[in-house]
């Protein structure tokens, strides 16, 4: 009962801490979203193969390898959509009845999932599958982009995971296979395995791994430019069940943990295990809402040109509370080896004889330190290798794996806190922009299939939009990225995506494409248009580019554009479309220069639109809509659209009156608060659709509507086609029909038109006239169905409803008719 209300208290503080009091943090919106059918997307997919989540990129052989389910691919890396070669691997059936005996499904388990590829050499790769819960690795030999197994399969456990739907983690450093997954069926022993020349795993204790979750594995070359001698690491990123903290529930903590390239193991303790396997935690959490993202995803490293400026990019998500949630964390080499050369270690004691507490170790560390590498220092003492190490070095870390310190992020802060986002993967580009300097743009996948690329700042996190990757919302389980091609590859459950980094065509003009803050993309103004600035043929002078802030202002002018003529019926609604620049972007609406407010019973303001109740005279007049963005604390405005109404009983005045084509908005008439930098500008409408064209169109379609509706009435009513009861009896009258029924059809349309549309339509048929509500689109509400139900009077009333009701029709064949009489 306790446990049940402190989980229940848990969760309401922390719902609390993140609708009070940073709400602001987790609104991070981006700007742009791109639709699956613009986001110039090349997709691959075969039929009857599925899982496509395992990638690897082969620059020189200008090939995507991608692992799936009994079959491996090799694709153009140009264009995906072009399958240069395939090799099929399926279980046998002999492999797939041992697994259905051991309880596992025939069609998901029971299959080959390819899950490790890793380059042996320049032709041959290492490439291991679950075999139906019997992991099995082979060799594969490129040779003129064709792929071939050697069809030499031998038992990998512990190098690739049993289960295809378990989470693992492998690298090739230099020719040594290392690997993080479960080393038996049921997946209760984790590991971390160093195989094919210099075997070491780790000791089975849970102290050292706990039920873990393995998310990443690469190498550093430390070695590099090392002074003191010291030696290449492997980094592990995992997540698992803490050790040291006593709660309610099973509390999932990130580690990093880390062991030596040239580890050979102890000589008596620790032989043929890791000596130099130690852990820390990483620590993700905003300060503001004291809120930590504790379950590690996926990890990216962004190698510099010295190895000590390299940054770990990592995305957590929260164990409890919004389950919707997403962090991104960057952290320093300098704070990585702070704390593992030199921080505190935990230590375990036991209290009340029976349970193990984690504190802070106080006593003296042996020497050489516990875990560190062999340096010059060590060398110097008299210990070569690992073999040489003291019982008492090696008996210390192995009871304490675990550093007291934690490992923090750059700034103590994450760069990108999201909500109501998933992310899975992570792959991020460093990219040179305009003015020389270099910007991380953040690749980030989605579990529902949706790519954001985000802009890391020094103060801020900017998500410069989001591309939907597939037409079915399915995870993002791999992305690879090539700075080289400028490309994104992507793999899924059922297809592989490739994806430009960057579709600068998508900005239609300067102001755009300089709000989007793109490091890739400019606007050239040479030839008015936002371009790749990477290409070799761009001018940097002739850009047009603000990274920092977004600030348009050196934009040239260009053209105006007229503002569109409307027709209104006093008494009706009109509808006036306004699409805005971008998600970010608000609508402000102005009249005759003034601005129209958001609340009032005479208008409705909906996201693409305004909607104006019972229009009359004083509606006349000049209707501009505002984009208005806030860009580093500075309001930015543009004209998207430009209406000017007028009434047909003021057409002459009108005609003579004209329309204005260039408007001097400035922040004030705007409705914009004034401050130094604000700025309006005009930008190019897209053409909108309108189906009133003018009065005299209307009327020449509602006269030819009803001449063609009076002669086919005429025809059936001699052919004898209208029902007994219509007809008059005797011949006089029946020559005398057509026009009696004419005369009445048009006096009970006048009568029908005047009841329904109320007195201002009285006599419009005489006039042969139709007082529709003037709209600037089709159906302007339809797609704003869900946000706004505001019925649209007297809309396409020539098609709402017939024109002429008959109660009954009873066709009669005329042939018949006179041969009876």
């Given at each position: 009962?306790?446990?049940?209300?402190?989980?229940?208290?848990?969760?309401?503080?922390?719902?609390?801490?993140?609708?009070?009091?940073?709400?602001?943090?987790?609104?991070?919106?981006?700007?742009?979203?791109?639709?699956?059918?613009?986001?110039?997307?090349?997709?691959?997919?075969?039929?009857?193969?599925?899982?496509?989540?395992?990638?690897?990129?082969?620059e020189?052989?200008?090939?995507?390898?991608?692992?799936?389910?009994?079959?491996?691919?090799?694709?153009?890396?140009?264009?995906?959509?072009?399958?240069?070669?395939?090799?099929?691997?399926?279980?046998?059936?002999?492999?797939?009845?041992?697994?259905?005996?051991?309880?596992?499904s025939?069609?998901?388990?029971?299959?080959?999932?390819?899950?490790?590829?890793?380059?042996?050499?320049?032709?041959?790769?290492?490439?291991?599958?679950?075999n139906?819960?019997?992991?099995?690795?082979?060799?594969?030999?490129?040779?003129?982009?064709?792929?071939?197994?050697?069809?030499n399969?031998?038992?990998?456990?512990?190098?690739?995971?049993?289960?295809?739907?378990?989470?693992?983690?492998?690298?090739?450093?230099?020719?040594?296979?290392?690997?993080?997954?479960?080393?038996?069926?049921?997946?209760?022993?984790?590991?971390?395995?160093?195989?094919?020349?210099n075997?070491?795993?780790?000791?089975?204790?849970?102290?050292?791994?706990?039920?873990?979750n393995f998310?990443?594995?690469?190498?550093?070359?430390?070695?590099?430019?090392a002074?003191?001698?010291?030696?290449?690491?492997?980094?592990?990123f995992?997540?698992?069940?803490?050790?040291?903290?006593?709660?309610?529930?099973?509390?999932?903590?990130?580690?990093?943990?880390?062991?030596?390239?040239?580890?050979?193991?102890?000589?008596r303790?620790?032989?043929?295990?890791?000596?130099?396997f130690?852990?820390?935690?990483?620590?993700?959490?905003?300060?503001?809402?004291?809120?930590?993202?504790?379950?590690?995803?996926?990890?990216f490293?962004?190698?510099?040109?010295n190895?000590?400026?390299n940054?770990?990019?990592?995305?957590?998500?929260?164990q409890?509370?919004?389950?919707?949630?997403?962090?991104?964390?960057?952290?320093?080499m300098?704070?990585?080896?702070e704390?593992?050369?030199?921080?505190?270690?935990?230590?375990?004691i036991?209290?009340?004889?029976?349970?193990?507490?984690?504190?802070?170790?106080?006593?003296?560390?042996?020497?050489?330190?516990?875990?560190?590498?062999?340096?010059s220092?060590i060398?110097?003492?008299?210990?070569?290798?690992?073999?040489?190490?003291?019982?008492?070095?090696?008996q210390?870390?192995?009871?304490?794996?675990?550093?007291?310190?934690?490992?923090?992020?750059?700034n103590?802060?994450?760069?990108?806190?999201k909500q109501?986002?998933?992310?899975?993967?992570?792959?991020?580009?460093?990219?040179?922009?305009?003015?020389?300097?270099?910007?991380?743009?953040?690749?980030?996948?989605?579990?529902?299939?949706?790519?954001?690329?985000?802009?890391?700042?020094e103060?801020?996190?900017?998500?410069?939009?989001?591309?939907?990757?597939?037409?079915?919302?399915e995870?993002?389980?791999?992305?690879?990225?090539?700075?080289?091609?400028?490309?994104?590859?992507?793999?899924?459950?059922?297809?592989?995506?490739?994806?430009?980094?960057?579709?600068?065509?998508?900005?239609?003009?300067?102001?755009?494409?300089?709000?989007?803050?793109?490091?890739?993309?400019?606007?050239?103004?040479?030839?008015?248009?936002?371009v790749?600035?990477?290409?070799?043929?761009?001018?940097?002078?002739n850009?047009?580019?603000?990274?920092?802030?977004?600030?348009?202002?050196?934009?040239?002018?260009?053209?105006?554009?007229?503002?569109?003529?409307?027709?209104?019926?006093?008494?009706?609604?009109?509808?006036?479309?306004?699409?805005?620049?971008?998600?970010?972007?608000?609508?402000?609406?102005?009249?005759?220069?003034?601005?129209?407010?958001?609340?009032?019973?005479?208008?409705?303001?909906?996201?693409?639109g305004?909607?104006?109740?019972?229009?009359?005279?004083?509606?006349?007049?000049?209707?501009?809509?505002?984009?208005?963005?806030?860009?580093?604390?500075?309001?930015?405005?543009?004209?998207?659209?430009?209406?000017?109404?007028?009434?047909?009983?003021?057409?002459?005045?009108?005609?003579?009156?004209?329309?204005?084509?260039?408007?001097?908005?400035?922040?004030?008439?705007?409705?914009?608060?004034?401050?130094?930098?604000?700025?309006?500008?005009?930008g190019?409408?897209?053409?909108?659709?309108?189906?009133?064209?003018?009065?005299?169109?209307?009327?020449?379609?509602?006269?030819?509507f009803?001449?063609?509706?009076?002669?086919?009435?005429?025809?059936?009513?001699?052919?004898?086609?209208?029902?007994?009861?219509?007809?008059?009896?005797?011949?006089?009258?029946?020559r005398?029909?057509?026009?009696?029924?004419?005369?009445?059809s048009?006096?009970?349309?006048?009568?029908?038109?005047?009841?329904?549309?109320?007195?201002?339509?009285?006599?419009?048929?005489?006039?042969?006239?139709l007082?529709?509500?003037?709209?600037?689109?089709?159906?302007?509400?339809?797609?704003?169905?869900?946000?706004?139900?505001?019925?649209?009077?007297?809309?396409?009333?020539?098609?709402?409803?017939?024109?002429?009701?008959?109660?009954?029709?009873?066709?009669?064949?005329?042939?018949?008719?006179?041969?009876?009489?």
């Amino acid at each position: 009962m306790l446990k049940g209300f402190v989980f229940l208290f848990h969760n309401l503080l922390i719902r609390f801490l993140l609708h009070s009091q940073a709400s602001h943090i987790l609104d991070c919106t981006p700007r742009k979203t791109v639709n699956y059918e613009d986001a110039n997307l090349k997709i691959f997919a075969e039929q009857g193969i599925s899982n496509y989540s395992t990638l690897l990129l082969s620059e020189e052989h200008d090939l995507l390898l991608v692992g799936a389910r009994d079959a491996i691919f090799a694709l153009n890396i140009e264009n995906i959509s072009d399958c240069v070669s395939q090799e099929m691997w399926p279980v046998s059936e002999q492999k797939q009845k041992e697994c259905m005996y051991k309880g596992k499904s025939q069609e998901t388990d029971c299959r080959n999932y390819i899950r490790i590829l890793h380059w042996l050499s320049k032709t041959r790769m290492y490439v291991c599958g679950t075999n139906a819960f019997q992991p099995t690795c082979d060799n594969l030999v490129i040779n003129n982009g064709k792929i071939q197994l050697e069809k030499n399969p031998e038992e990998s456990k512990g190098q690739c995971p049993f289960d295809p739907t378990q989470k693992y983690a492998s690298v090739m450093v230099d020719g040594e296979f290392y690997s993080a997954t479960a080393n038996n069926f049921l997946g209760s022993e984790p590991i971390l395995l160093r195989s094919l020349k210099n075997n070491l795993r780790t000791e089975y204790k849970t102290s050292w791994l706990n039920e873990p979750n393995f998310i990443y594995l690469d190498v550093i070359q430390e070695s590099k430019d090392a002074t003191d001698g010291d030696d290449d690491k492997i980094y592990l990123f995992f997540s698992e069940t803490a050790v040291e903290f006593e709660f309610y529930n099973k509390l999932l903590v990130s580690r990093i943990a880390r062991v030596c390239k040239g580890d050979l193991g102890g000589q008596r303790t620790l032989q043929r295990k890791w000596t130099t396997f130690l852990k820390a935690s990483l620590m993700c959490s905003a300060p503001e809402i004291n809120f930590p993202f504790n379950i590690i995803q996926d990890v990216f490293v962004l190698r510099a040109t010295n190895w000590r400026n390299n940054i770990f990019y990592a995305v957590f998500t929260p164990q409890w509370g919004k389950q919707d949630m997403s962090a991104v964390c960057a952290f320093g080499m300098s704070k990585i080896q702070e704390v593992f050369n030199a921080g505190k270690f935990k230590s375990p004691i036991t209290v009340e004889q029976s349970r193990v507490k984690w504190v802070m170790y106080s006593g003296t560390v042996p020497v050489p330190r516990p875990g560190a590498c062999i340096n010059s220092n060590i060398r110097q003492s008299g210990f070569k290798t690992s073999l040489d190490l003291p019982d008492k070095t090696l008996q210390f870390v192995r009871d304490h794996p675990l550093m007291d310190d934690l490992v923090t992020p750059i700034n103590n802060r994450p760069k990108l806190i999201k909500q109501g986002v998933k992310y899975t993967q992570i792959v991020v580009d460093r990219v040179t922009a305009a003015n020389l300097k270099e910007y991380d743009v953040i690749f980030l996948g989605t579990d529902s299939g949706y790519l954001h690329k985000a802009l890391s700042l020094e103060r801020e996190m900017f998500i410069i939009e989001e591309v939907q990757l597939f037409l079915s919302a399915e995870p993002v389980q791999n992305l690879q990225l090539s700075s080289k091609r400028g490309q994104l590859y992507v793999g899924s459950p059922s297809v592989v995506a490739q994806v430009p980094v960057a579709i600068c065509t998508q900005y239609i003009d300067c102001w755009d494409c300089v709000l989007s803050r793109d490091p890739y993309c400019g606007w050239d103004k040479m030839t008015s248009q936002c371009v790749y600035i990477s290409k070799k043929n761009i001018d940097i002078q002739n850009l047009v580019q603000n990274i920092e802030n977004g600030d348009p202002s050196k934009c040239p002018s260009h053209e105006m554009y007229k503002a569109e003529k409307q027709i209104i019926i006093p008494g009706n609604n009109m509808v006036l479309n306004c699409y805005p620049a971008s998600n970010l972007a608000q609508m402000q609406w102005l009249h005759k220069r003034r601005a129209i407010p958001a609340v009032d019973s005479r208008y409705f303001h909906f996201n693409v639109g305004l909607i104006i109740f019972n229009v009359s005279a004083e509606d006349e007049g000049q209707y501009d809509c505002l984009s208005v963005e806030t860009v580093a604390g500075k309001l930015l405005s543009q004209v998207t659209a430009s209406y000017f109404l007028y009434s047909s009983t003021y057409k002459s005045r009108v005609d003579q009156h004209p329309v204005p084509t260039k408007t001097d908005l400035g922040a004030k008439s705007a409705g914009v608060p004034t401050s130094p930098g604000n700025t309006v500008r005009r930008g190019n409408l897209p053409m909108i659709q309108n189906y009133l064209q003018t009065e005299l169109t209307l009327k020449g379609f509602l006269v030819l509507f009803i001449m063609m509706f009076v002669l086919l009435l005429a025809w059936n009513i001699y052919k004898g086609h209208v029902p007994i009861p219509l007809r008059p009896s005797g011949n006089e009258n029946a020559r005398r029909a057509p026009a009696t029924i004419l005369n009445n059809s048009v006096q009970q349309l006048e009568e029908k038109t005047t009841l329904s549309e109320g007195p201002q339509l009285k006599g419009a048929l005489n006039n042969v006239d139709l007082p529709l509500t003037s709209i600037s689109d089709a159906n302007p509400l339809e797609k704003n169905s869900n946000n706004n139900s505001v019925p649209l009077e007297n809309a396409n009333s020539s098609c709402a409803r017939p024109l002429l009701v008959l109660d009954e029709l009873e066709y009669i064949d005329a042939d018949q008719t006179e041969s009876k009489a």
